[in-house]
């Protein structure tokens, strides 16, 4: 089924009823919330449990910490992955944010980042969503979050490939290029080479590929170095396709189907839900069926990984009060 390699956005913090037959007519992977839909927690609750009335089977989450975070008001602040590199405490804050998200029924947090933070591109742009400028450093860190996650059965996801260290424009706007520079772009994928097999899986990027072209809607990105390259079996998920950067490449169906062709195994709509059905048709329609199996074919072996986290997961569940008096601490 070809909704199923979606994962869409809601608009508010309640399901509308057009929203829930759009989500009933063409289920999807998944849906993603955001901080517009999560208003308090007992409407959380209560719209996490008609999703998962309705069939939808995962539930997403964009949990970093520090500069995005969305469980902030809801819970308690979740240090950046930068304060917890620096402090040594991405473990812990990897278990606070599963916890956390596992108490709340979350299935997948698409965390942690592992851009470089350089001087005038990665760091002035993302911040304290970077680690750190090191590679090894941030395999330290961005392992030990996303083991801190799969303790408590809460997948993650690797992001932005190949890497937005060295961009400096913010895709949620603009469309970064990334110089062509061999020996910097090895330093971009280390992190990705090395935590990649364990996450099971990796969002792609917008920063332009040598081509042009996004990496997200590019075959030479998404398929030439993901797969062949480097080799990673896992499932790929695009970053979000309404996002500024690809404002150039046509309407959202058009985005949909250039991402998926490319090779994004995942396609993130993550507002307009209205738009979603033309997505879904023009994905059936212009993408090869082997292209889709194929996608299909990573992702449920993906949710079989989900599933191997929850049924291996020795972690004391904790309630949201233990979670916040940890994050407390954490600050």
Same mark, same amino acid.
Request: charged share 25%; aromatic share 4%; glycine share 8%.
């Given at each position: 089924?070809t909704?199923r390699l ?5 608009? *508010?913090?309640e399901?509308?009823p @057009? ?36 069939g ?8 970093? %910490? *520090? ?15 930068? &304060?917890?590199?620096?402090t %040594? ?13 596992a108490a709340l *029924?979350?299935?997948?947090?698409? @965390? ?8 005038e ?19 330290? @860190?961005?392992g ?8 408590h *059965? ?6 932005h490939?190949?890497? #937005? ?22 330093l ?9 097999? &364990?996450?099971?899986a990796?969002?792609i ?9 996004p990496?997200?809607? =590019?075959? @030479? ?5 993901? &797969? ?5 079996? %896992?499932?790929?998920? =695009? ?8 404002s150039e490449?046509?309407?959202?169906p058009?985005?949909?189907?250039l991402?998926?062709?490319? %090779?994004?195994? #995942?396609?993130?709509?993550?507002? &307009?839900i ?22 299909? =074919? ?13 049924? =291996?997961?020795?972690?004391?569940a #904790?309630? #949201? ?11």
């Amino acid at each position: 089924m070809t909704s199923r390699l979606f994962a869409i956005g809601l608009e *508010g913090p309640e399901l509308a009823p @057009a929203e829930r037959g759009v989500l009933q007519r063409l289920p999807p992977r998944g849906v993603i919330l955001f901080r517009r839909n999560l208003a308090t927690l007992d409407g959380l609750a209560r719209l996490m449990s008609e999703l998962r009335e309705i069939g939808v089977p995962h539930l997403y989450l964009d949990q970093e %910490g *520090g500069p995005v975070d969305r469980l902030r008001e809801l819970v308690a602040p979740s240090p950046s992955l930068a &304060r917890a590199a620096r402090t %040594g405490t991405a473990r812990r804050a990897g278990e606070a944010a599963g916890a956390m998200l596992a108490a709340l *029924g979350f299935d997948v947090d698409l @965390a942690p980042v592992v851009d470089r933070g350089l001087p005038e591109a990665g760091a002035l742009v993302l911040g304290e969503r970077c680690a750190a400028a090191d590679p090894a450093a941030i395999v330290r @860190a961005a392992g030990d979050f996303l083991d801190g996650l799969h303790s408590h *059965g809460v997948g993650g996801c690797l992001k932005h490939f190949p890497g #937005l260290g060295r961009a400096r424009l913010d895709t949620h706007q603009a469309l970064p290029a990334l110089p062509d520079d061999p020996a910097e772009e090895e330093l971009d994928l280390e992190p990705f080479r090395r935590l990649m097999e &364990r996450a099971r899986a990796v969002m792609i990027s917008h920063a332009a590929a040598t081509d042009g072209r996004p990496a997200s809607l =590019s075959p @030479a990105v998404a398929t030439g170095l993901l &797969r062949e390259r480097l080799r990673f079996r %896992g499932a790929s998920f =695009s970053d979000d396709l309404e996002m500024g950067a690809l404002s150039e490449f046509g309407g959202l169906p058009e985005r949909c189907v250039l991402a998926a062709a490319a %090779g994004c195994d #995942l396609l993130l709509v993550c507002r &307009r839900i209205a738009d979603y059905p033309a997505c879904v048709e023009a994905v059936q329609r212009s993408v090869p069926t082997a292209r889709r199996q194929e996608a299909t =074919s990573r992702l449920d072996a993906y949710d079989r990984h989900l599933q191997e986290l929850r049924q =291996s997961s020795r972690a004391p569940a #904790l309630t #949201l009060a233990e979670v916040r008096t940890e994050l407390t601490d954490l600050a």
